[in-house]
T-cell receptor, first 116, second 113 residues
Framework: GAVVSQHPSRVICKSGTSVKIECRSLDFQATTMFWYRQFPKQSLMLMATSNEGSKATYEQGVEKDKFLINHASLTLSTLTVTSAHPEDSSFYIC????????????FGDGTRLSIL | AQSVTQLDSHVSVSEGTPVLLRCNYSSSYSPSLFWYVQHPNKGLQLLLKYTSAATLVKGINGFEAEFKKSETSFHLTKPSAHMSDAAEYFCVVSAADTDKLIFGTGTRLQVFP
């Protein structure tokens, strides 16, 4: 089945550093990828939609300069949390869509980000 | 606008007994509905999806869900719970004309021996 690889699985870093998270579709081309944030014991909140070759579309309330998204190829999207602070600590999950309306989104295993 | 409501934040069952996780949806058009499962510190795995074909949808691991338009429900069931079913379950609806997914608040399933 379709596989989405997300890396790293866990990051611990100091406040003020920037952190890059990669999301790769391993066996299909993903014209669209999605980035979610999940707080403890809560549901997933869509942060942005990443479109290959164009600018990402951010949901209301998500700072685009804080959460930089790049979708340079049909198999890779990256999320960079710039100048991270403790309130950015969260579980970040990506998903990829094959672009076929009959195909569901496939999710990565998530990245646990902890900012000290 | 589309939305889903998961009626129970926690469900506890004994191993071998039936599972019922409830979900109601709101949609101005014929929706696509999904159930995803999330184990601790993991991403989401698709259990099943409804896309206007058969109203009774069979998924993986013995789960199934029935789309009931008259009740605007899409409840998830399993005849016999297994310890490995303990996880967080999300009912999800797709937004109109986009690939965006709208998640319910989740139901934590506990299975006791």
């Amino acid at each position: 089945g379709a596989v989405v690889s997300q890396h790293p699985s866990r990051v611990i870093c100091k406040s003020g550093t920037s952190v890059k998270i990669e999301c790769r579709s391993l066996d299909f081309q993903a014209t669209t990828m999605f980035w979610y944030r999940q707080f403890p014991k809560q549901s997933l909140m869509l942060m942005a939609t990443s479109n290959e070759g164009s600018k990402a579309t951010y949901e209301q309330g998500v700072e685009k300069d804080k959460f930089l998204i790049n979708h340079a190829s049909l198999t890779l999207s990256t999320l960079t949390v710039t100048s991270a602070h403790p309130e950015d600590s969260s579980f970040y999950i990506c998903s990829a869509s094959p672009g076929d309306s009959n195909q569901p989104q496939h999710f990565g295993d998530g990245t646990r980000l902890s900012i000290l | 606008a589309q939305s889903v409501t998961q009626l129970d934040s926690h469900v506890s069952v004994s191993e071998g007994t039936p599972v019922l996780l409830r979900c109601n949806y709101s949609s101005s058009y014929s929706p696509s509905l999904f159930w995803y499962v999330q184990h601790p510190n993991k991403g989401l795995q698709l259990l099943l999806k409804y896309t206007s074909a058969a109203t009774l949808v069979k998924g993986i691991n013995g789960f199934e869900a029935e789309f009931k338009k008259s009740e605007t429900s899409f409840h998830l069931t399993k005849p016999s719970a297994h310890m490995s079913d303990a996880a967080e379950y999300f009912c999800v609806v797709s937004a109109a004309d986009t690939d965006k997914l709208i998640f319910g608040t989740g139901t934590r399933l506990q299975v006791f021996p």
